[in-house]
């Protein structure tokens, strides 16, 4: 009885794990449908420049995530009509982080300050890169 | 300028010209943004002795990071340089043709094509079919946007099925793949697969012949046999009492318990229930009687006069007889008193 137990739980389980795998790439697609969104609604001039972390290499991705965390916050919406997507989309994308072994040699700050349109293209192929 | 294309993420291929355009001796130098340092291609593509272009292996290709491409033309001691370019190698993906292509019957007018793709990542995939039949004279491409997490690419296209007298149609179909937005930016569609054919090709008299055959079968073998078996049932039902019984049950009929009564006893109940013949006699009577007629006499009282407007009585005189016309009996022996 308990060996029946112990294997129905670890079949669960690996099933679990199995399912899980497509719904990181479902979130990421989500996430890039929603960066799609925002590049046409926020607002592109007389704003403040944001560090876009550009191609990182593979122990900078982490780093280049958070940087993107923080820039996504500062976006603005092009007029009162969008504000409500906007907001929106950035409710969805403030929570994207990614982990990956390895140090970092740059920081955020070190990265150049780029429009919220060229941000945003970034943005889209790290998550390219890593979907 | 130089074209670059990634086989399936296996290779790359970059090409500055054709053997009928270049005439100098080209060579290749590559190098990644801020990683690497400048490198010649180590595997030149000839054509007729001319390098025109240059082979990558896996491992020399990084994907998400700048590439640059400088190609020297060295002629009569000349160098030319033709322009650096920059690329993003993830949008110069070229998957490889799907294959596996497989026709299932779904339904009556429904078919479902599926194929898988030798691309390492499924859901980095897009793909567009285009089929016609034998009496089409174009070509129908479909191209959704078919998304999958993981596992095989597989698509479906819903297909008219032909018609059950159309027996020389068939039909033709092909994919191909393209990266989506989701893992690049790139225009670049696979080759057309291997086709894959449904429906009958032949048009010769035996096929038409096989199908009239069918045809007999179908209209008149079945409809005979059918309705010998209907037949065959029939009989065995009215002739076996058994079976007749279960489906034609017999309604009780009371009126054989009442023969007796109606037809024996000729409706006479008592007769018939059993009631003593003594007992019957002595309801009958055995006197006779008289009727009697009763009528009602007339009364005296009914002829004195009546006083109008007068409220004594009339006087009665002791001695005198109450009314003149009286006439009694005893009216002398009152006298004599």
Same mark, same amino acid.
């Given at each position: 009885?308990?060996?029946?137990?112990?294997?129905?739980?670890?079949?669960f389980c690996s099933s679990m794990a199995l399912t899980a795998a497509p719904h990181k790439i479902t979130k990421y697609k989500q996430l890039l449908k929603t960066i799609n969104l925002l590049e046409i609604t926020v607002?592109?001039?007389?704003?403040?420049?944001?560090?876009?972390?550009?191609?990182?290499?593979?122990?900078?991705?982490?780093?280049?995530?958070?940087?993107?965390?923080?820039?996504?916050?500062k976006l603005q919406p092009e007029n009162s009509q969008v504000n409500s997507t906007v907001t929106q989309a950035i409710k969805v994308l403030r929570r994207f982080t990614l982990s990956h072994p390895g140090k970092c040699e740059s920081s955020c700050e070190s990265y150049e300050k780029k429009n919220p349109k060229e941000f945003l293209k970034s943005f889209a192929k790290l998550i390219q890169k890593v979907i | 300028g130089v074209e670059c294309? =990634?086989?399936?993420?296996?290779?790359?291929?970059?090409?500055?010209?054709?053997?009928?355009?270049?005439?100098?001796?080209?060579?290749?130098?590559?190098?990644?943004?801020?990683?690497?340092?400048?490198?010649?291609? !180590?595997?030149?593509?000839?054509?007729?002795g001319v390098s025109i272009g240059c082979h990558f292996n896996q491992s020399e290709i990084i994907q998400?990071?700048?590439? &640059?491409?400088?190609?020297?033309?060295? %002629?009569?001691?000349?160098?030319?340089? /033709?322009?650096?370019?920059?690329m993003e190698l993830q949008d110069l993906v070229?998957?490889?043709?799907?294959?596996? %292509?497989? /026709?299932?019957?779904?339904?009556?007018?429904?078919?479902? %094509?599926?194929?898988? $793709?030798?691309?390492?990542?499924? &859901?980095? %995939?897009q793909h567009a079919v285009r089929y016609k039949s034998n009496k089409d004279t174009s070509w129908t491409v479909r191209a959704p946007w078919i998304r999958h997490p993981y596992g095989c690419a597989r698509g479906r296209a819903v297909h008219q099925h032909p018609r059950h007298g159309?027996?020389?149609?068939?039909?033709?179909?092909?994919?191909? $793949? !393209?990266?989506? $937005?989701?893992?690049?930016?790139?225009q670049l569609w696979s080759e057309w697969s291997v086709p894959v054919v449904w429906g009958s090709n032949s048009t010769s008299k035996g096929m038409v012949e096989e199908q009239l055959h069918w045809f007999w079968i179908h209209m008149v073998l079945i409809p005979v046999a059918s309705c010998l078996l209907l037949l065959v049932l029939v009989v065995l039902l009215v002739r076996m009492e058994r079976v007749w019984v279960i489906l034609m049950p017999r309604i009780p009929n009371p009126s054989?318990?009442?023969?007796? =009564?109606? /037809?024996? &006893?000729?409706?006479?109940?008592?007769?018939?229930?059993?009631?003593?013949?003594?007992f019957m006699e002595s309801f009958k009577p055995n006197y006779s009687e008289n009727i009697c007629y009763v009528s009602e006499l007339p009364t005296k009282e009914s002829y004195e006069p009546r006083w109008e407007g007068s409220n004594h009585p009339p006087s009665v005189m002791p001695g005198s007889p109450a009314a003149p016309q009286e006439h009694s009996p005893y009216k002398n022996s009152y006298v004599g008193a």
């Open positions: 009885m308990e060996r029946m137990i112990i294997f129905c739980m670890i079949f607002k592109d001039k007389d704003v403040e420049l944001l560090h876009t972390p550009e191609n990182p290499v593979d122990e900078c991705l982490s780093t280049a995530a958070t940087c993107f965390q923080k820039g996504i916050l | 294309v =990634l086989f399936n993420e296996e290779y790359m291929t970059c090409v500055w010209g054709s053997r009928e355009t270049l005439t100098a001796n080209y060579s290749l130098y590559y190098w990644y943004e801020n990683r690497s340092p400048v490198v010649e291609c !180590k595997q030149y593509l000839q054509d007729r998400f990071q700048p590439f &640059h491409v400088l190609v020297n033309a060295s %002629l009569g001691g000349r160098t030319l340089e /033709i322009p650096s370019e920059r070229k998957p490889e043709a799907p294959v596996n %292509l497989t /026709i299932r019957n779904m339904s009556s007018n429904q078919l479902q %094509l599926t194929w898988s $793709s030798p691309y390492p990542r499924a &859901h980095c %995939l159309d027996y020389e149609k068939y039909y033709t179909f092909y994919v191909r $793949s !393209k990266i989506n $937005s989701y893992c690049g930016s790139t054989k318990n009442f023969d007796e =009564l109606f /037809i024996t &006893h000729n409706g006479n109940f008592q007769e018939w229930a059993g009631v003593p013949k003594d």
